[in-house]
């Protein structure tokens, strides 16, 4: 196993240099428990801790270790260490806490980083009820802040009538992002998500709970264990409701991060992150008379125009202001901590 296989790319490697003579090891995070975290390195599979002094030096939630990052191990006895630094994020994954703490008594935004370090987001939505169109789109905000891709998988074609006619409706708020029919309990399918893994690259599953993603990910598991001729394992009754993240290296290259369902989706980012998942309006704001057009009233406005062609669906546009709305709102809510 090479440090590639696991995600290292030249962009760490530049952030090496401070500590080449320290005898330190480049570890990436597989797993975090409460008080400790177990993290992979060339010497094998270490339980770590996270070195005072630097838990100190921490000023906020966001310069702590999670899964997914880069730290720098001393190798201590019995196959533990000491983080002694983390490495700065390729893409990172957060929420906002809100209301977790006050100043001054006012509402604080907190940002909780979630993950760090993955390439590919796999947005799974059901086509049974859950479907929600308005859902997808804050999704796709929320990966297009962290900065890895998005790929939306659309699970339980067979709860359908007409799945073509869900995807031909993600597609149009969808941009490049490509969009997959699926079935979870078809196994013939999942080529179609082996098709994103490689070496090194990271992948995680993004959707509400019950869209299927242990299903999935069991389903991944299973047929990776196939390839390689591993015998089941131990846990063959499959997993269920998954309650910590970990990274799942691939033997056949790529690694998988379990991650549980994310209920409270509250986005951490700025306006600015609304440029790629809606290119549509910002595309159209462009042509608005008024650069700081807010596409309510304002004479002139493309958006409005655009609305009232037809050629713009109301309810996107309502969606994009709230999300704005409340991407702004968090500004104004960090400026004040
Ligand atoms: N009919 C049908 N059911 C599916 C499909 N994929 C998953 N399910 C079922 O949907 C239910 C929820 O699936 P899970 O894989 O547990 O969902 P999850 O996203 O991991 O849920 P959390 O762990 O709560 O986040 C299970 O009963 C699955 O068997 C599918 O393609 N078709
Ligand atoms: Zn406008």
């Known amino acids: 196993m090479t440090l590639e296989d696991w995600g290292w790319t030249p962009f ?3 952030q090496m240099k401070p500590w080449k003579k320290s005898g330190w ?32 030096k921490a000023g906020s939630r966001v310069d702590f270790p999670v899964v997914g990052d880069w730290v720098m191990v001393e190798p201590q006895s019995g196959q533990r260490g000491i983080i002694h630094a983390l490495l700065t ?17 006012q509402e604080r935004a907190e940002q909780q980083v979630i993950a760090a370090n993955v390439d590919l987001v796999f947005i799974v939505s059901g086509l049974d009820r859950d479907f929600n169109i308005r859902r997808i789109e804050r999704y796709l905000t929320l990966v297009s802040s962290s900065g890895a891709d998005a790929v939306v998988l659309l699970n339980k074609t067979d709860l359908c009538e007409s799945p ?63 390839k390689i001729g591993a015998v089941s394992q131990a846990d063959g009754k499959g ?27 509250h986005l951490w980012g700025n306006a600015d992150d609304l440029t790629e998942s809606f290119a549509d309006i910002e595309t159209l704001a462009a042509d608005c008379k008024f650069s700081d ?43 004040k901590s």
């Open 12 to 14: 760490f490697t530049a």
């Open 25 to 56: 090891l480049p570890a990436r995070v597989i797993r975090g428990e409460k008080n400790y975290f177990r993290v992979w390195t060339l010497q094998g599979e270490l339980t770590v801790r996270f070195a005072g002094k630097i838990r100190h």
């Open 89 to 105: 994020r390729k893409s990172s994954f957060s929420r906002n806490l809100p209301g977790r703490r006050k100043t001054k008594g």
């Open 164 to 226: 073509e006619k869900y995807k031909a409706q993600v597609e149009e708020i969808s941009g490049n992002t490509p969009v997959h029919l699926f079935m979870a309990r078809h196994p013939g399918q999942l080529e179609i998500l082996f098709n994103y893994m490689q070496p090194g690259k990271t992948i995680a599953l993004l959707g509400s709970s019950g869209v299927g993603k242990s299903t999935i990910l069991n389903g991944m598991l299973g047929e990776e264990r196939q």
């Open 239 to 265: 997993r269920h409701t998954t309650t910590h993240r970990e990274l799942i290296l691939f033997p056949t290259g790529g690694i998988l991060m379990d991650n549980p369902g994310m209920r409270e989706l």
């Open 293 to 335: 057009c807010q596409h309510k009233t304002e004479p002139g406005c493309a958006v409005t125009k655009a609305l009232e062609a037809g050629t713009l669906n109301s309810e996107r546009l309502v969606s994009y202001h709230k999300l704005k709305n409340e991407l702004q709102s968090l500004t104004q809510q960090k400026n």
